[in-house]
């Protein structure tokens, strides 16, 4: 089955204490990306992945990092949270050729 | 970059009516707006889309409309039905450009179909 799985899918962490969230897909998909959904601001692109060692800033990539390793894993690393990072986080791949964007489950994160 | 706005925010229907929802980007350059459907809880999934050479497209009850000219895009759905209810986002991007993977998504509409 072609998926897309994220972890944690909730987590409650305080100010400053390192977290990462995994993202891994089985599609053989080259394009990875984050998102974070705000009330009333959609879905904003954090960071965005176009193949293995190849990411890019997407409209908020400031307080976060991204690595890619391997072509199936896309982990977002937050190095020092803060509260205006809680958020629903959603990592996507892209089918490259109907540019589809294929949803992770989301991962609901809490910075107090 | 591009700029998405996307309205209205809130759309309430009778179930049977149709809605219609609207986009309005800045760039030019783009050439391909989808839309994605987001029930609660759950991850947003496309549920239409449109490329620039093509002013409309149809899939049952929905259907987007497009005007390069203008820079606007709206998503249609005929005969609502209370399963229809979720949050509506529309998209864009330059796809096969130099943007490659730069999507820009609109703040979101949330419809609500009562039976």
């Known amino acids: 089955e072609a998926q897309v799985t994220q972890n944690p899918r909730y987590l409650i962490t305080v100010t400053g204490k390192k977290l990462t969230v995994t993202c891994s897909q089985n599609m053989n998909h080259e394009y990875m990306s984050w998102y974070r959904q705000d009330p009333g601001l959609g879905l904003r692109q954090i960071y965005y992945s176009m193949n293995v060692e190849v990411t890019d800033k997407g409209d908020v990539p400031e307080g976060y990092k991204v690595s890619r390793k391997e072509k199936r894993n896309f982990p977002l690393i937050l190095e020092s949270p803060s509260p205006n990072q809680t958020s629903l986080y959603f990592c996507a791949t892209e089918d490259s050729l109907s540019y589809e964007q294929y949803f992770g489950p989301g991962t609901r994160l809490t910075v107090t | 970059g591009e700029n998405v706005e996307q309205h209205p925010s809130t759309l309430s229907v009778q179930e049977g009516d149709s809605a219609v929802i609207k986009c309005t980007y800045s760039d030019s350059a783009s050439n391909y707006f989808p839309w994605y459907k987001q029930e609660l809880g759950k991850r947003p999934q496309l549920i239409i889309d449109?490329?620039?050479?093509?002013g409309e497209k149809k899939d049952q009850r929905i259907a987007v409309t497009l005007n390069k000219t203008a820079k606007h895009f709206s998503l249609h759905i005929t005969e609502t039905q209370p399963e229809d209810s979720a949050v509506y986002f529309c998209a864009v991007t330059l796809a096969g450009g130099t943007s490659y993977g730069k999507l820009t998504f609109g703040q979101g509409t949330i419809l609500t179909v009562h039976p």
């Open positions: 449109i490329r620039s050479n093509v």
